[in-house]
């Protein structure tokens, strides 16, 4: 897009140090280019398994209201703790089996808490345990971000499925149909979701979710119209 830069930051999973670490090394890159609007782009799974979900999402809020406009997409670790906390209580267990239990203890509730805790109980402890800001800001996090030449998502699309017609379940959760196709999708599909040791490229995709949690590297994607590249930061 002329005149605006993006910034695409993968799968950062409560990974607070990382994050701080890495706008910093964004805020030194974008001061080397020319002059632009820059946006921040973040591709979802800012919560769970790592330890500071809470502070993440305080830091991206403030981020938002203090310096350059930022854009949420919508992760399958938010969208599990959403259905939870609003449609479906049941699935909870699961959400905490898969991260979420990092996330609970990190707005102060016990892991004996969490763990007595059952059905309807789980539940209201959350929402009561969970700022309202915080609900606020996940529900307001979006599918899809069409910047210029690049479709931004969490996981990836559908192959076959024309990109106004994807659903969202898949813009979340796909993995193989999407990572094994060489289909041309029109635009190239920035997205994180699947974790490997370094960013991915390929023909029809770019892969940033490089394990911040696991792996301590998180990266970021810039999107420029002459210059793209990525921004690494990494605490061993």
């Avoid at 350059?68 to 905490?96: D, T, Y």
């Avoid at 990092?102 to 004996?112: C, D, H, N, V």
């Avoid at 699947?194 to 892969?207: F, K, Q, V, W």
């Amino acid at each position: 897009m002329t005149g605006v830069r993006a910034y695409a930051i993968g799968d950062i999973h409560g990974r607070l140090d990382l994050l701080d670490k890495l706008l910093t090394e964004i805020d030194s890159d974008d001061a080397t280019l020319p002059k632009k609007e820059t946006q921040m782009i973040f591709l979802g799974d800012l919560i769970d398994r790592g330890p500071h979900s809470k502070q993440v999402l305080d830091r991206v809020i403030e981020l938002g209201r203090t310096n350059r406009k930022c854009i949420v997409i919508r992760g399958n670790h938010e969208a599990s703790l959403l259905q939870g906390l609003f449609e479906n209580p049941r699935i909870l267990p699961q959400w905490l089996r898969h991260g979420g239990f990092e996330t609970a203890e990190s707005y102060g509730l016990s892991r004996g808490q969490i763990i007595s805790a059952k059905g309807a109980n789980l539940q209201h402890l959350l929402l009561s345990a969970i700022p309202e800001r915080h609900l606020k800001f996940l529900s307001d996090t979006v599918a899809q971000v069409r910047f210029g030449d690049y479709l931004l998502v969490h996981a990836g699309v559908r192959p076959g499925v024309p990109l106004d017609k994807q659903k969202p379940e898949d813009l979340m959760w796909i993995r193989s149909a999407f990572l094994e196709s060489q289909a041309d999708f029109g635009c190239t599909i920035v997205h994180g979701h699947t974790i490997s040791e370094t960013a991915i490229i390929r023909p029809n995709r770019i892969g940033i979710d490089t394990g911040a949690y696991r792996t301590g590297r998180l990266t970021a994607l810039c999107i420029d119209e002459d210059n793209t590249h990525f921004i690494d930061a990494h605490i061993a």
